[in-house]
């Protein structure tokens, strides 16, 4: 089974590819902006069936050739993509500089679609692209200050992964999108801090992990809250 991580350098990227890493049938691409993160993630998977790709999400337009060529140098096809890069920068929005609304934009969205057009061709049928939103993101959720711009870039990730779904059916290709709750990150302590998460990295990485492999049998098109409290 051929798998991509993408945003694997830390956090729950960082969990999910150790812990697929440990079935030594998973054969992982590990892509992040951070190379030294990644060189020692691929160091810490034993099994010898990871390797990385340093990528900056948001150069996705101008890095598009030489990822494709990455890509598929090293896979004939992939089974599973999981999208997990992430940028949140808090802050209310009247204060908020347009790069850093562009720059979470770039990251949490554009630059997983434009991944997702990369990969698809060679995607099989069966396969499965698991993009990763966010509760911020999810209608009728609790919204919370500085958060707008985050909240609406998961957000379109989410609607984004149920209409792919429909465009992607005819070639068996699911495409499912998990809004996550409240992890302990750096990236949610960063927004929420002081507050503890009730989910560790390595548990939610857990939960993905099956999800990836298995929920392309139960769902298609659907956008599920993974959460267990507010926020």
């Known amino acids: ?9 830390k956090g729950i990227g960082r969990a999910l590819v150790l812990r697929m890493a440990a079935d030594k049938d998973k054969q992982i691409i590990a892509t ?8 020692e993630l691929q160091m810490e998977c034993l099994n010898g069936n990871v390797t990385y790709m340093k990528m900056d999400i948001t150069e996705m337009n101008k890095e598009m050739e030489v990822i494709r060529d990455q890509i598929f140098n090293r896979f004939s096809s992939v089974d599973i993509l999981i999208n997990l890069s992430g ?8 204060k908020l500089s347009d790069n850093d609304s562009r720059n979470m934009m770039e990251t949490n969205f554009f630059g997983p679609v434009t991944f997702i057009k990369l990969v698809v061709p060679l995607m099989p049928a069966g396969s499965h692209i698991v993009n990763i939103s966010s509760m911020g993101g999810f209608q009728g959720s609790s919204k919370y200050r500085g958060l ?8 379109a990730l989410s609607c984004f992964s149920e209409c792919l779904a429909v465009e992607l059916s005819e ?9 996550l709750g409240s992890v302990q990150t750096g990236m949610f302590e960063k927004a929420f801090p002081g507050f503890k998460a009730p989910v560790s990295p390595e548990g939610m990485a857990e939960f ?15 956008v599920l809250p993974v959460a267990v409290n507010n926020p």
């Open 1 to 9: 089974m051929n798998i991509i991580v993408n945003g694997a350098s």
């Open 32 to 39: 992040g902006r951070n190379e030294s993160m990644l060189r």
């Open 87 to 94: 940028s949140l920068i808090v802050s209310d929005f009247m």
């Open 148 to 155: 707008a711009v985050y909240s609406a870039s998961k957000a």
């Open 171 to 179: 070639s068996g290709i699911s495409v499912n999108c998990l809004a």
């Open 208 to 222: 993905i992990s099956y999800f990836a492999v298995n929920g392309n049998k139960f769902f298609n098109g659907k």
